[in-house]
């Protein structure tokens, strides 16, 4: 056995520079805990597949980032704790029979309240008492109103739950009542989440626009990018992340991760002196129809002046000279082709792209 060295940063302190993994996370961390979030880490090989999955039982990977950063406003969740008369060992027995419960309960709960199931977030399935678990989930709508509707809706029907025909039958009528609470996420990161033999330093790059499925993509000059591996994360699609501007390959743009104007791109669109609500969204419906009539996420086709500086924030790492250098991230994607619709005038370098499907692709870092 071979004795391996630690490395604290109290005694090693890391160097913080733009190209450091260590420096990502340390951004990284500081980003979701803006956002009332906790960063974590798991040994666990998972595709980005399952992210819908993960995100209902409270755990965000970076294949749902997009959502987190677009969602994580001062959102309040319902939380319920039920009790269910189930044997606790059969439910965990192995992880696909606890997946499968939790996704049972997930579309039961749904359908009994006439919401999404995205809205329905697990956080735990304990031992109760002999042969009873205790379940402790929350309701999570867009408006604190609709989750309040929502919850008591879901609250008046849980006495009489004996009757459906699914999981909820076995729900121990009990009076029910729920809390309102900060829907707080942790943001959980996997080794194999990075591939760093494909990130790239722009600072001196020397082409400034290249072509990615029939558009033109424009690169990030100046910005050090850390790249995710993503190749085998969406089992289903391989041509999307393809480099040769081909029909298949999915377009390039950019979301910022400012805390607050993240939030308010939703509600402004990308220019700081618009201020009503999603802007876009009657000139996309009368460009595409009403597939379009939906909350709009937005993109920018450029990254200086697209979402940077407006729509990031600095952070501020302390090297180990004692000096506070400061960084930004910006979510480089992939963007479907036919799915978005473009606009011009709301940004200063480029044009808005008012996206209802989105893949992460790079995550980049700046100094």
Not at 107 to 116: F, L, P, Q, V
């Amino acid at each position: 056995m071979t004795n391996k060295k630690s490395l604290t940063f109290v005694q090693q302190p890391f160097q913080a520079t733009v190209d450091d993994s260590e420096t990502l996370v340390v951004v990284l961390n500081e980003l979701i805990h803006q956002l009332d979030m906790k960063l974590s880490f798991t040994s666990s090989n998972f595709n980005y597949d399952d992210s819908d999955y993960r995100t209902a039982c409270g755990i965000a990977d970076l294949g749902s980032f997009h959502s987190i950063l677009t969602s994580a406003d001062d959102i309040k969740t319902a939380k319920f704790n039920f009790h269910l008369k189930l044997i606790y060992s059969e439910i965990v027995r192995t992880g696909e029979t606890l997946k499968d419960f939790i996704l049972n309960f997930l579309y039961s709960i749904a359908s009994t309240i006439r919401t999404k199931t995205e809205f329905i977030r697990v956080f735990s399935v304990e031992e109760h008492q002999s042969n009873q678990i205790s379940v402790k989930f929350g309701i999570t709508a867009k408006k604190e109103n609709e989750t309040k509707v929502l919850a008591e809706s879901l609250k008046s029907k849980s006495q009489n739950l004996s009757d459906k025909n699914n999981i909820l039958k076995y729900v121990i009528p009990e009076s029910y009542t729920y809390a309102l609470e900060p829907a707080l996420i942790a943001l959980q990161l996997q080794k194999s989440d990075f591939e760093p033999k494909y990130n790239i330093d722009y600072k001196n790059f020397s082409t400034q626009i290249d072509q990615r499925g029939r558009r033109d993509y424009y690169f990030p000059i100046g910005w050090y990018r850390h790249a995710l591996k993503v190749e085998d994360k969406y089992s289903n699609d391989k041509l999307w992340l393809r480099m040769k501007n081909i029909d298949g390959e999915w377009n390039v743009a950019y979301h910022g991760t400012k805390s607050m104007d993240v939030k308010s791109i939703i509600r402004q669109g990308l220019s700081q002196d618009k201020v009503t609500r999603d802007v876009f969204r009657q000139d996309a419906v009368r460009e595409v129809g009403f597939s379009a009539n939906v909350e709009g996420i937005y993109l920018a086709t450029h990254c200086e002046g697209g979402v940077s500086p407006q729509y990031t924030d600095p952070f501020e790492v302390k090297n180990n000279n004692g000096d506070n250098i400061k960084y930004r991230v910006v979510l480089q994607c992939r963007v479907q082709p036919n799915k978005y619709t473009e606009h011009n005038g709301a940004t200063t370098t480029g044009s808005a792209l008012r996206v209802l499907t989105k893949k992460p692709l790079d995550l980049m870092e700046y100094c």
